[in-house]
């Protein structure tokens, strides 16, 4: 007996993008769409109707803001999202808000040649509805606190934390970095994002974090204190100038499908940081990461992976920690901490 398809309803005001999405959804055999609507107002009604696994959904719409209408859903109503977003300064602003209201991943729509477009997006609009599909959507709370500011270890600068994610992630590096003091030591992440978002994504972090946060660029020095962001389309890779840590990007070939890669990240980490590194893999789909957590561990590294009930998708932890890459698995409001400790640790042990 097969599984039971996965039930999608698509809520948009363009008439050309409900046609398209309906048109990959329903290509695909494991997904079916429910309904489609033109605004929230409608999509009300017909999730009480359909109860869809998942909900597609523009931002810009009449009658309720998009934004608006996710924030009471996942209030009152927590299923999974999937946000359709403009490729635009502004659209990247909104999507960005949107996950951090509890949505699980986008779609960018092209800005030219949408039918196009979308049509070559078919595959990844499908991967992200199953992964959608699987995900722990979580129930979003008014007046949440704050997160609890953290007190700063002794390091050097040789010390070195490299990030990776990808569904849910933008969400998981906003709660691993918020909380980490001013004097913690250099990290480098990759989150699996299109051009023209990673920026947006920086400069919200470096808004909320006392450490600083900006998109990597080529050639600079990798400082204590900062966060550096692999940017979309670009491999993020440790190199060294002398006796310091720099950022190396390039647009080589995507590995594991995706350009920027945590491997490709977590493999330099493991050949020029070794013992001085810490790695963390977060929630994501895929393997991405997972070989590479591996060969940072073999080389002395520290390795974290977020454990399954604090993920959005357990796809690329759960890979780490089967092929061993994993000393630890923490929740993910343990990490950052967890972190601290470990490069303490470290510190305490070369004075020693």
Known sequence: MSAPKIKVLCVDDSALIRNLLKEIIQSQADMEVVAVA??????????????????????????????DFLERLMRLRPMPVLMVSSLTQAGSDITLRALELGAVDFVAKPTLGIRDGMLDYANDIAAKIRAAARSRPRQTRPNQEPPRRLSAPIIGSEKLVAIGASTGGTEAIRQVLEPLPAASPAIII??????????????????LCQISVKEASDGERLLPGHAYIAPGDMHLELARSGANYIARLHDGPPVNR????????????????????????????????????????????????????????????????????????????EVAPRILALVAAAGRAQRV
């Open 38 to 67: 033109p605004d929230p107002l409608v999509a009300r009604d017909l999730i009480k109707r359909h109860n869809p696994d998942v909900l597609t959904l523009d931002v810009e719409m009449p009658r309720m803001d998009g934004l």
């Open 258 to 333: 995706h350009r920027p890669s945590v491997d490709v990240m977590f493999d330099s980490v493991a050949r020029l940081a070794g013992a001085n590194a810490v790695g963390v893999l977060l929630t994501g789909m895929g393997k991405d990461g997972a070989a590479g957590l591996v060969k940072m561990r073999q080389a002395g590294a520290s390795t974290l992976a977020q454990d399954e009930a604090s993920c959005v998708v357990f796809g690329m932890p759960r890979e780490a920690i089967a092929l061993g890459g994993a000393d630890e698995t923490v929740a993910l409001p």
């Open 190 to 207: 990759t989150q699996h994002m299109p051009g023209g978002f990673t920026r947006s994504f920086a400069e919200r972090l470096d808004r």
